[in-house]
């Protein structure tokens, strides 16, 4: 009952171990490999795209992704202001400009109508824009029956920033699976994990070969290392796709654990007056991390209180994403807004929503929680 409590830690075990062992036992642990071609395969297949190309981070394969539909100098790229920083820096790494769009209360999700308008502007002031990055907030997908018209209207591509979101589904279709490609990350404290890594994933299998040319170091196809554009080392560990291999093998299980604490902080706060649960209409997120959306003039309290508290006793609890808008780095950038990411990041807290966390930490998260409560 000791010891400090996580969001969201891996949830590796004996499984992982015999995968990584038997592709040590290979003789394959430099980069690339069959495991990495095996674990592309599978992933493609789990999310109902043609091709896929597993990379080093997430971050890698939206980089990759942002360069293949024309982002660069003299371009912009749409990106929701209520994100973590590495999707706006991806659209840096190309040399573009990002433009931050506000969120939608019910979800975080970009808000669809001010996108609209945000790129009529755009359009209006002579402004090429290379694509739009919508984020599956917290694992719930983005509103695309409304925002994949509004893209195509505009002649934009999308870029679907899923990597919180795998497992995800709208309307059958699996998140990753939206637009010209979509980006999955296996960071430590995604749903899945390979330590470090990510997949892009697309239908357009020209778009998917000219981003695993641009991973492996730009080579030409010859004997000796020949080179005619700048290119990237984002490729996969063969070891890390083994690990990852069954992480997918057990992502199912993974999943019905973290919905299932979910459904326990729902009964939780269900008797507690301005508090709500962000993106629980939407029984087809994957539960990443739950968040509650606190509103202190009903409740009497606020997040960052319920925060210390649970911190106080060694149980991690944070703020939502800082909108990038209010980052330093990016306090000059353009942005169309209406005031609810600053809100969600005002009111909001992430709790530990892990599938590795066992009944004891469970019950240790939510006694603090009624203890603060009463």
């Known amino acids: 009952m000791t010891g ?12 992982e171990e015999s995968y990584v062992m038997a592709a040590i036992r290979s003789g394959w642990v430099a ?16 999310v109902g795209t043609r091709y896929a190309l597993a990379t080093s981070s997430g971050t890698a394969a939206l980089h990759l992704a942002l360069l293949a539909v024309g ?7 749409v990106v929701p202001t209520l994100t973590f920083a590495a999707t706006a820096n991806a659209v840096v790494y190309t040399g ?27 359009s209006a002031t002579g402004r090429r824009v290379a694509a739009v990055v919508p984020v599956d907030m917290f694992g719930v997908c983005a509103d695309y029956d409304a925002l994949l018209p509004v893209c195509a209207a505009a002649g934009v591509p999308v870029v679907e920033d899923a990597a919180e979101a795998l497992g995800a589904t709208r309307r059958g279709r699996s998140a990753g699976a939206f637009g010209r ?12 994990t390979t330590s470090g890594g990510g997949m892009l994933l697309s239908d357009d299998g020209e778009l998917v070969a000219r981003c695993r040319y641009l991973a492996t170091q730009a080579r030409q196809p010859v ?18 796709a083994a690990l990852g291999r069954a992480q997918l093998h057990r992502l199912d299980s993974m999943l019905s654990r973290r919905r299932a604490l979910r459904e326990r902080y729902t009964k939780l706060f269900a008797a507690v007056p301005g508090v709500r649960l962000l993106g629980d209409g939407d029984p087809t997120g994957n539960c990443w991390l739950t968040t509650i959306v606190v509103d202190p ?3 009497g309290w606020t997040a960052a209180r319920l925060g210390a508290h649970l911190n106080a006793r060694d149980i991690e609890a944070r703020p939502v994403w800082k909108p990038m808008h209010l980052q330093p780095v990016y306090r000059a950038a353009d942005a169309l807004l209406n005031g609810t990411a600053e809100h969600l990041f005002d009111n909001g807290l992430t709790l530990p929503s892990g599938s590795a966390l066992g009944a004891d930490q469970v019950d240790r998260v939510t006694t603090a929680i009624e203890e603060f409560l009463g």
Do not use: Q, W
Request: aromatic share 6%.
């Open 96 to 122: 573009a400009e990002p433009v931050f769009v506000d969120c939608e209360p019910a979800t975080g999700n970009i808000d669809v109508p001010l996108l609209a308008d945000l790129l009529d502007r755009l």
């Open 31 to 46: 980069p690339l490999g069959p495991e990495v071609d095996a674990f592309e395969t599978e992933m493609a297949r789990r």
């Open 71 to 77: 982002a660069g100098p003299g371009t912009v790229v």
């Open 297 to 299: 003039d009903r409740t």
């Open 223 to 240: 004997l000796h290392y020949e080179h005619t554009d700048i290119g990237y080392n984002y490729r996969l560990s063969n070891l890390l």
């Open 181 to 192: 490609a979509g980006v999955l990350s296996f960071n430590g404290n995604k749903v899945m």
């Open 4 to 15: 400090r409590i996580h969001l969201s830690p891996p949830d590796v075990g004996p499984l």
